[in-house]
């Protein structure tokens, strides 16, 4: 029996959707709005439903409904604009098409792809045309809108994604430095890819109205550093970036090359800008390290004026201490953008930023530490001069800062240790940085060559490294333990963002989220754009959509993965009282800057995380 030849209706070629979506675009453009699917079914008559059916390619539409939106934008539907819904229509086989046709690229190569956007416009809308793209030429394709089931854990499925996928297809909002679940992604791919000898997923990032120039937060500055990123600014670029991905999916990957090519000083820790901050500003979205030229910096007084006269004295050691999102690295970069002033040499390095298998032995490590702070100076590499296996690493490591790089320079050099707690996670390796770290602070008291070093070294948790304690570079130097705001920075802060606050809204504010940083930044940014009020912000705070949703989803993530310290959580949550807990509960859920210690007891940071976690922990 014949199979019935009932049409399926037409979808849009390349050309067709690209004449489509530019016109929309310049009809948007020319009455200032945003072009939305109930703004078209307004202007053209077409049901919001069959535009979006037109415009995304998924299935066929009636062809005279594909004539009156043409015709709602001045444009005539040419037979090239449109074919069959039907791939193997026999009348489509020689005629353009935004899809490859079956049997081409898609069976000479297919891979999994998971394609990450959020559930706003445009990114959804360019999310289902690329995955409408890739699915119809065969490749398997993840996402969280149709994968991700009501009752599923979110983590465990996004983890799921990337394990499985060979591309992760990263559409980047201008909101994408506020969101730490898609840092989160972006970090557990480049865990996945320096842990597996294919280096997959590969990373594929796409700016969604987000300029190429705009900075990203300083997580995502490190991790996508070298990544080439694409730019999506309006419809029309829509079938050119499907064309794009579509034939690099084609391909097989180049191997990757061993030595990456030359960094740039400073490039990922942003600490060279001499501009003065204007008295008045736009609000910042908060994400990440402050840039030096912010006008929303809050001094701490006097603890930038403490470290600023410190790393100018020889043997300077800056020891600085915080919760997660307290603005350690903000004020690390403020200490070396001033020793810069100075004419000083600065090396900020970012442990967290290091790959996986620089931590293989101490010997690999110690030389990619030498060579890395070689390379921030403009060092040529000389490491096969300086390193004999008969020294051990440590006094080869010792002897190349001694007879080659501080000889090398003319000024002191001061390094920048961020996020050191990261070196924790390997015992063997920290007890003899650290003891090394200790040993040259040691010898800048006694030799003038060691005189040149002051070293800056960050970290969140307490030091739980068993270490001799006159080995230790964590009882010397200058200790910093920045705390929160308090109210006269919070109202300072809200002047800031142009809104005359009185101390009364300010302890308003301050009793949903105490002086966290982070937080109270948040918080202002939203209501200093008219996003919400004060009073809406205590109503929603812990609600799914509301301003800290992608935030404290992250830390119910982080004590999911951990059940002692989510039941540690729990407790401290439910109780009334200060909850004293067992010691590395305490610190780590005090390096995650979910709780405040209290001598040996513990209670929540603040009434935020008190009210979420009691209701997403089971608190009864």
């Known amino acids: ?34 072009g939305t699917l109930t703004e078209i079914e307004a202007e053209s008559g077409v049901g919001a439903d069959t535009v979006s059916k037109i415009k995304q390619g998924r299935e066929g539409a009636d062809l005279s409904k594909i004539r009156q939106l043409f015709a709602a934008f001045e444009m005539t539907l040419a037979n090239g604009d449109h074919r069959s819904a039907k791939l193997d229509d026999a009348e489509d086989l020689d005629k ?7 049997g081409e690229t898609a069976t000479s190569r297919i891979v999994k792809v998971f394609v990450s956007y959020r559930s706003a416009e445009p990114d959804r809308e360019l999310g289902k045309q690329l995955e409408t793209a890739l699915s119809a030429i065969g490749h398997t394709v993840f996402t969280a809108e149709n994968n991700i089931r009501l009752g599923d854990n979110w983590f465990d499925r996004i983890n ?20 730490e679940l898609l840092t989160y992604q972006v970090q557990q791919a480049k865990e996945l890819q320096d842990a597996r000898p294919d280096r997959k997923p590969i990373i594929l990032p796409i700016r969604v109205g987000f300029p190429l120039n705009a900075p990203l937060n300083h997580d995502l500055r490190g991790y996508l550093y070298r990544i080439e990123q694409r730019e999506w600014c309006s419809p029309a670029d829509t079938p050119i970036l499907i064309e794009e991905v579509l034939s690099l999916l084609a391909e097989t990957p180049a191997p990757v090359k061993e030595e990456p090519e030359d960094l740039t000083p400073n490039q990922v820790l942003e600490i060279s800008s001499d501009e003065i901050p204007l008295p008045a500003a736009e609000p910042e979205l908060p994400g990440g390290q402050v840039d030096v030229a912010s006008q929303f910096y809050v001094e701490r007084q006097p603890i930038e004026e403490r470290c600023y006269q410190t790393i100018l004295q020889p043997s300077a050691l800056i020891r600085i201490k915080a919760a997660r999102q307290m603005g350690k690295t903000s004020l690390m970069a403020r200490i070396l953008h001033h020793g810069a002033r100075q004419g000083y040499c600065t090396v900020p390095l970012t442990f967290q930023l290091v790959d996986k298998a620089v931590f293989a032995d101490l010997d690999k490590f110690l030389k990619w530490f030498c060579a890395y702070v070689g390379r921030e100076l403009h060092l040529p590499n000389q490491l096969d001069d300086y390193w004999d296996d008969i020294f051990g690493s440590k006094v080869n490591c010792k002897d190349y800062f001694e007879k080659y790089i501080l000889p090398q320079i003319d000024s002191p050099l001061i390094l920048g240790l961020d996020e050191i707690d990261r070196v924790f996670q390997y015992p063997d390796i920290a007890e003899d940085f650290l003891g090394l770290l200790r040993a040259w602070h040691e010898e800048s008291k006694r030799r003038d060559i060691w005189k040149k070093l002051r070293l800056i ?23 910093v333990d920045l705390p929160e705001f308090n109210h006269q920075q919070i109202q300072d802060l ?4 142009n809104l005359n606050w009185s101390e009364a809204e300010v302890e308003k504010l301050m009793a949903i989220v105490g002086g966290h940083p982070y937080l109270v930044r948040v918080a202002l940014y939203h209501i200093s754009r008219s996003d919400l009020t004060l009073d809406e912000l205590k109503e929603t705070a812990i609600a799914d959509a509301g ?11 982080n004590l999911e993965e951990y059940p002692e310290l989510a039941q540690g959580m729990r407790e401290i949550a439910a109780a009334d009282s200060p909850v004293q807990l067992k010691a590395m509960q305490a610190f780590k859920l005090d390096s995650l800057g979910l709780v405040k210690l209290q001598g040996n007891e513990c209670i929540p940071r603040c009434e935020l995380y008190r009210q979420y976690f009691k209701t997403n922990l089971g608190v009864n």
């Open 1 to 34: 029996m014949l199979k019935s030849k009932r049409d399926r209706g037409r979808i849009l070629t390349a050309s067709g959707l690209k004449k489509l979506n530019e016109a929309i675009q310049e009809w948007s453009d020319r009455n200032n709005i945003r």
């Open 547 to 557: 301003i800290y949703s992608d935030h404290l989803r992250r830390q119910l993530w």
């Open 457 to 479: 070294v960050v970290h969140s948790t307490e030091v739980y490294i068993p270490m001799n304690i006159n080995q230790s570079p964590f009882n010397v130097g200058l200790p």
């Open 160 to 179: 799921f994604f990337l394990k499985e996928c060979d591309y992760l297809l990263l559409l980047l909002p201008p909101t994408v430095s506020q969101s």
């Open 96 to 102: 353009p098409d935004n899809l490859p046709a079956a």
């Open 494 to 497: 809200a002047a800031r963002h």
